[in-house]
């Protein structure tokens, strides 16, 4: 059976990831749907690091269901058609971690903050597995690990 595979955008994009990540080493094994980068898109190429307790707020959450939404519909209709779909996130980011997100900065002025990688699903992809779930597709998630 074939897999499509539905990928965090910076995986597929370098151009969207934080600026001074290092590239991650993925290359998809079937379809790909890319998903559109929350991060990038909410705050713009130029944003500096956050953790998920930052972006854990209602209306950051909402852009993540409102730009996941025609994907949703596409996916939806690859799974009524027999395909099986996989979710493929990136290790300890705030939004697309799967297995691994982050938390510990607290704002204030921009200063050195260490923070934490915790176990858990980032914001965008918790929004996606709801979505998916609420629609009776079903799915896999992967974590691509960085280098």
């Known amino acids: 059976m074939t897999t499509v595979q539905v990928v965090a955008h910076c995986l597929v994009d370098p151009l969207a990831r934080l600026k001074g990540l290092r590239p991650?080493?993925?290359?998809?094994?079937?379809?790909?749907?890319?998903?559109?980068?929350?991060?990038?898109?909410?705050?713009?190429?130029?944003?500096?690091?956050?953790?998920?307790?930052?972006?854990?707020?209602?209306?950051?959450?909402?852009?993540?269901?409102?730009?996941?939404?025609?994907?949703?519909?596409?996916?939806?209709?690859?799974?009524?058609?027999?395909?099986?779909?996989?979710?493929?996130?990136v290790e300890g980011s705030p939004s697309c971690g799967v297995r691994s997100t982050t938390s510990g900065y607290t704002g204030g002025k921009i200063r050195h903050q260490d923070h934490d990688h915790v176990a858990g699903m980032g914001v965008f992809m918790e929004e996606v597995a709801k979505e998916l779930d609420r629609r009776g597709v079903t799915f896999k998630l992967a974590e691509t690990k960085l280098e």
């Open 24 to 89: 991650v080493a993925f290359t998809p094994e079937g379809p790909v749907i890319q998903l559109l980068c929350p991060e990038a898109g909410g705050l713009g190429l130029d944003r500096w690091a956050v953790t998920k307790n930052q972006i854990d707020i209602p209306s950051y959450r909402r852009y993540c269901r409102e730009i996941f939404g025609h994907h949703a519909d596409l996916i939806e209709q690859f799974a009524k058609k027999g395909y099986e779909i996989e979710v493929v996130g």
